[in-house]
């Protein structure tokens, strides 16, 4: 995920844009209540609307079938001339890594994997949410929100689902037990496309708690890392009733002051303690070599929507690199996720061709994710928890989490993992979610 280094006005415009939809269609949203009222045809086909739909997944043969000879068209460009990923990720480990995808891979085990779940698809705010909801055997378990980020999916979070649900059966205690509920973003996996605009953190964040509160939840907490980091924010700035809380795997912590220069490459400022200069560094290095991709998504998400949505070879690139980039895992994503768990992902987001519909996300998001002052984060009032993965894209620095979310009510420092740390590390991520949300059990009961 791109934390955009500028905002240009235009985009502040349609943002500002944006907002005034959403407050519109609130008005609007008012009015279809008040009519419903007087009119029990309008109030049966709003409640239609509103209901929670079982959802099961199938991909047809024909889509397999192409997905298999367009990889064996592929165009292959010729090799990198450096030994290392400078030039970006290289020819051998995408041929692999795509060979496999085409003689051996199964996606009908990834779809029953998924199939096994209680899976359902409900409709807010004219978009069809698909979600996995699965609930624990324990009482009094506290229901919680896990979104994904790109290019992630619900896949993330299939391995924590049991150490969440039902942490007796993975050395922890019946009292710390989850309802878990798994929504896929508009514009990714199986949720509906939006047509219009206003799809951003805001909305899905306000799109998150009325489903929280569809299912009948009157209490929830909500965690993200990526996409799923600012969704959660926007939420705590959203303060819903019935939000105790959230967690966060990538936080927005990087002063105002330090925002620019680090954008500009400038030398770490005198006076940074040693995790502020490497937070400092790490984060200069992404923003000047890494971060071409979110460029091209934030700016110009149809353009790249056309390679996603027309070359298997070229999604599977475009996204292993990060899978390489992002894990701990020294550049060999494999020692961490299998290669079937990374393709059951890739595949995901080219089956349902939403290469276009995922970046469009980030041209509405056209912010600093890692700014404070761009996510507002002292706005926020419920508490928030912070876990540190030691190969995140930076490792946000204790003093700066304190400054950013005044309401930090816990602060975490991970022995190993990366960006996608409930995949790569389901254990150890569920146990970091029982540690900081068991404060805020006792409003649940």
Do not use: C
Request: aromatic share 10%; proline share 7%; net charge neutral.
């Amino acid at each position: 995920m791109l934390a955009a280094p500028l905002v240009f006005t235009w985009q502040r415009y349609l943002v500002s844009a944006g907002a005034a939809s959403a407050l519109g269609l609130a008005a609007l949203a008012a009015s279809a209540e008040a009519s419903a009222a007087q009119d029990p045809t309008a109030s049966a086909a709003q409640a239609g609307s509103q209901a929670i739909r079982p959802y099961r997944i199938h991909v047809d043969d024909a889509k397999l079938a192409e997905l298999r000879q367009r990889i064996a068209a592929t165009r292959w460009p010729d090799k990198e001339t450096v030994s290392d990923t400078s030039q970006g990720v290289q020819l051998a480990q995408v041929q692999a890594l795509v060979k496999y995808w085409g003689d051996g891979y199964d996606w009908r085990k990834a779809e029953a994997r998924l199939n096994a779940l209680p899976e359902f698809v409900t409709t807010i705010d004219g978009v069809d949410i698909q979600f996995i909801h699965v609930r624990s055997r324990h009482p009094n378990a506290m229901p919680l929100i896990l979104t994904h980020g790109w290019p992630g999916s619900q896949f993330e979070f299939l391995k924590t689902i049991g150490p969440l649900t039902d942490p007796t059966a993975y050395g922890g205690r019946a009292e710390d037990a989850f309802d878990v509920v798994i929504p896929s973003i508009p514009g990714h996996g199986f949720s509906g496309k939006p047509t219009e605009l206003g799809w951003g953190p805001d909305r899905v964040a306000k799109a998150w708690d009325v489903l929280m509160k569809r299912l009948g939840y009157s209490h929830y907490v909500s965690q993200g890392g990526d996409h799923g980091s600012v969704i959660s924010d926007a939420l705590g700035r959203l303060a819903p009733p019935g939000l105790l809380g959230i967690h966060l795997n990538m936080p927005a912590t990087v002063p105002p002051e330090l925002v620019k220069p680090i954008n500009s490459g400038d030398p770490a400022p005198a006076g940074l303690t040693e995790p502020e200069r490497t937070a400092y560094r790490s984060l200069s290095t992404f923003f000047g070599r890494n971060a071409a991709y979110g460029a091209m998504m934030v700016t110009r998400p149809q353009t790249i929507g056309y390679l996603l949505a027309d070359s298997p070879t070229g999604t599977a690139a475009w996204m292993y690199e990060k899978f390489a980039a992002w894990t701990d895992s020294g550049g060999q994503p494999e020692r961490v996720l299998s290669r079937d768990e990374m393709l059951d992902d890739i595949s995901l987001y080219w089956l349902t061709d939403s290469g276009a519909s995922s970046s469009r996300f980030y041209w509405e998001n056209n912010n600093n994710n890692f700014s404070t002052a761009a996510q507002k984060t002292t706005n926020i009032k419920v508490p928030v928890a912070i876990s540190v993965f030691p190969q995140e894209i930076y490792r946000a620095p204790k003093t700066w989490a304190q400054r950013a979310y005044p309401s930090l009510s816990y602060f975490s420092e991970v022995g190993k993992g990366g960006h996608f740390a409930a995949w790569e590390q389901p254990q150890l991520f569920s146990e970091e979610l029982r540690e900081a949300f068991r404060p805020l059990r006792a409003a649940t009961k």
